[in-house]
């Protein structure tokens, strides 16, 4: 997706994917990961999700990255926080306390970036992009991710027929061809949502399940 498509998304309020909480699957399935205290998780194309703030609420660190200028700087006055603005190769960085947002293109990070990041956690990224974009997401973006970094993917299933993304539709065997052999991918829980889901059943979708995956860096 360009990035003018974002900017526009979030300058006419069209965030239906923010949620108004954590969401409920990462806090149900992040403590088997056994992240402890102090490790710094990835939180790609992090909008101003409330997950960040969790996150550092359990003595993580929280590194995110978001095209938009006005969803990094909604995150820190929402949460009563003052960040330090740096101008960095990767774009301006906003820090404050445990949570590092970069306003930037997620794909400029490199490896040294994310040497740091022995968790991930990808909430509504992948979901994101359309076909194109996701292969190249998890073919460059997390392999710059160290070895033995673990984390939550959460996705939507649907017949992308139905409905024009975003969010796409990704299936499993998708998710495991665009992350296999470098992870190992686990199916941690599928749900059927589409009675929480009213404006999905509007357009005419019949069929909707959302999937959490484990992913291990092998």
């Known amino acids: 997706m360009h990035p003018d498509f974002w900017h526009t998304r979030w ?11 954590p969401t409920p699957l990462m806090l149900k399935h992040w403590p088997a990961l056994g992240v402890a205290a102090g490790e710094r998780v990835f939180v790609p194309l992090c909008g101003k999700s409330l997950d960040m703030a969790w996150l550092a ?3 993580l660190g929280v590194l995110g990255v978001e095209i938009s200028q006005m969803a990094v700087e909604a995150f820190f ?3 009563g926080l003052t960040p330090e603005v740096v101008e960095t190769r990767h774009g301006l960085e906003y820090r404050a306390g ?20 022995s968790a ?31 984390g939550l993917l959460i996705t939507l299933e649907y017949p992308q027929q139905k409905k024009a993304g975003p969010p796409f539709a990704v299936p ?4 495991r061809a665009l992350y296999s052999p470098a992870w190992s991918v686990d199916v941690l829980e599928r749900r059927d949502i589409l009675a929480e889901q009213p404006g999905f059943v509007a357009e005419g979708v019949t069929r909707l399940e959302t999937v959490v995956y484990r992913l291990d860096r092998r």
């Open 57 to 59: 609420s359990q003595g």
């Open 77 to 79: 006055a929402e949460n």
């Open 120 to 150: 991930v956690l990808d909430r509504a990224a992948l979901i994101a992009l359309p076909p194109e974009l996701r292969e190249r997401y998890a073919r460059e973006l997390y392999a710059r991710l160290p070895a033995g970094c673990r």
């Open 98 to 117: 445990p949570v590092t947002i970069v306003c930037g293109d997620a794909f400029g990070l490199d490896a040294d970036a994310l040497a740091g990041c």
């Open 11 to 21: 300058q006419e309020g069209r965030i239906g994917f923010h949620q108004d909480r």
């Open 172 to 175: 499993e065997d998708e998710v």
